[in-house]
């Protein structure tokens, strides 16, 4: 019976004694959270029959407009470092394909363009990255919708009607946060 007493005895002097300095709890003041988010933005696959209007005539230019509600967040609004959009791009066209992206306010304002994104013939394996700082791109933040134009090259040859060869874009968005506690 002396052991355990005797061990009870060492183990609170121990717990007692092992913390001597006051706790500094102001060090989470200093903390910064820095979460990334990857989301699928937007994809689609066209083939040339798409580019026919119903009256069987080829158009040169295909846009889409997708809504956008990740920068609506009040979290995500206010924290928001940086936005990178990742695409990746397959062209089994035999013509060069330029897309346009822009992001859109509410009202359809132009808050941010890419520099137009040309991907060349048989292009099978293209990827692209832009980097967005919003120190330098506050207006980003007012984006609910993005715009995309695919544009085909005319090159006097109309796109075969039957031809089973797509355009494929697949895209997706990381959002840097840097919030403190």
């Given at each position: 019976?002396k052991?355990p007493?005797?061990?009870?005895?060492l183990?609170?002097?121990?717990?007692?004694?092992?913390c001597?300095?006051?706790?500094d709890?102001?060090?989470i003041?200093?903390y910064?959270?820095?979460?990334?988010?990857?989301s699928?933005l937007?994809?689609?696959?066209?083939?040339p029959?798409?580019?026919?209007?119903?009256n069987?005539?080829?158009?040169y230019?295909?846009?889409?407009?997708?809504?956008?509600?990740?920068?609506?967040?009040?979290y995500?609004?206010?924290?928001?470092?940086?936005?990178?959009?990742?695409?990746?791009?397959?062209?089994?066209?035999?013509?060069e394909?330029?897309?346009?992206?822009?992001?859109?306010?509410s009202?359809?304002?132009?808050v941010?363009?890419?520099t137009?994104?040309?991907?060349?013939?048989?292009?099978l394996?293209?990827t692209?990255?832009?980097?967005?700082?919003?120190a330098?791109?506050p207006l980003i933040?007012n984006?609910?919708?993005?715009?995309?134009?695919a544009?085909?090259?005319n090159?006097?040859?109309?796109l075969n009607?039957n031809?089973?060869s797509?355009?494929?874009?697949?895209?997706s968005?990381?959002l840097?946060i840097?919030?403190?506690?």
């Open positions: 019976m052991a007493i005797k061990l009870s005895i183990v609170c002097f121990f717990v007692i004694t092992s001597y300095e006051s706790l709890f102001n060090q003041d200093d910064v959270s820095k979460p990334e988010i990857t699928a937007t994809y689609f696959a066209v083939k029959a798409q580019f026919y209007d119903s069987g005539n080829q158009k230019n295909i846009t889409d407009v997708t809504n956008f509600y990740g920068l609506q967040n009040t995500i609004h206010d924290n928001l470092v940086k936005i990178n959009v990742n695409a990746e791009i397959i062209n089994q066209f035999d013509r394909v330029t897309l346009q992206v822009d992001f859109l306010s009202n359809n304002t132009v941010y363009s890419f137009p994104i040309i991907v060349e013939k048989g292009n394996n293209y692209y990255l832009e980097e967005i700082d919003l330098s791109q933040l984006t609910s919708k993005i715009r995309i134009s544009s085909i090259e090159t006097g040859v109309p009607v031809d089973t797509q355009f494929v874009f697949k895209s968005v990381t840097f840097e919030a403190s506690i």
